[in-house]
């Protein structure tokens, strides 16, 4: 029997989505991403998970929201912003992006900046808004932002479609590994 050599296959669509390593970068990744909102209101607090991460502000603006490229939902995003914040640029949450929004408004009080990806498979809910198949690869990705007196003013919860997201990352010089 004669053996296959193995076959890689490309997307079935190009990547929408490079995630980024850095802050600056990751503010500009959504760019020419169109927004639909599914639900928003005003919180008193953090979901439980995010709690511990920094001092909380009195009320938080929660927004979900299914990010779409080309026609094509690639990112299921719920986002929670300093409310005060929010209020202040209300117009630009609402219709944009909320990294390079952020970005923008509050880059120079940003103290720290973190995320974290695992990788999973999407449940009933996210395949129908991602439309992909039940348990179809996704990348979960949470990311948090504090200001300068350590207090939380963002934290977001993004499941990508997982034929639409790529993350590169810099290994350096081989000749530096002993």
Same mark, same amino acid.
């Given at each position: 029997? =004669?053996?296959?050599? #193995? *076959? &890689?296959?490309? #997307?079935?669509?190009? /990547? ?31 979901? =439980? ?17 299914? *990010?779409?490229?080309?026609?094509? !939902? ?5 986002? &929670? ?15 944009? #992006?909320?990294?390079?929004?952020? *970005? ?21 809910? /996210? ?8 348990? =179809? ?36 010089? !081989?000749?530096?590994?002993?």
């Amino acid at each position: 029997m =004669a053996r296959r050599r #193995p *076959h &890689w296959r490309s #997307p079935a669509a190009p /990547i929408a989505h490079k995630l980024a390593l850095d802050w600056k970068s990751l503010a500009a990744v959504h760019d020419g991403a169109t927004i639909k909102m599914l639900e928003q209101g005003v919180l008193k607090s953090l979901p =439980a998970v995010d709690r511990d991460k920094g001092k909380q502000v009195e009320r938080y603006r929660m927004m979900r929201r299914v *990010h779409i490229r080309d026609g094509r !939902p690639y990112l299921v995003a719920t986002v &929670w912003l300093d409310d005060a914040l929010f209020r202040k640029h209300a117009a630009s949450f609402r219709k944009s #992006p909320v990294l390079p929004t952020l *970005h923008r408004v509050a880059g120079n009080v940003l103290s720290r900046a973190w995320q974290t990806l695992t990788i999973g498979a999407a449940d009933v809910e /996210i395949a129908g808004l991602l439309k992909i198949p039940l348990n =179809a690869p996704v990348a979960r990705i949470d990311r948090v932002a504090i200001d300068r007196e350590g207090v939380v003013i963002y934290t977001g919860h993004g499941v990508y479609r997982g034929d639409s997201i790529c993350m590169e990352m810099e290994l350096g010089s !081989p000749s530096l590994v002993v």
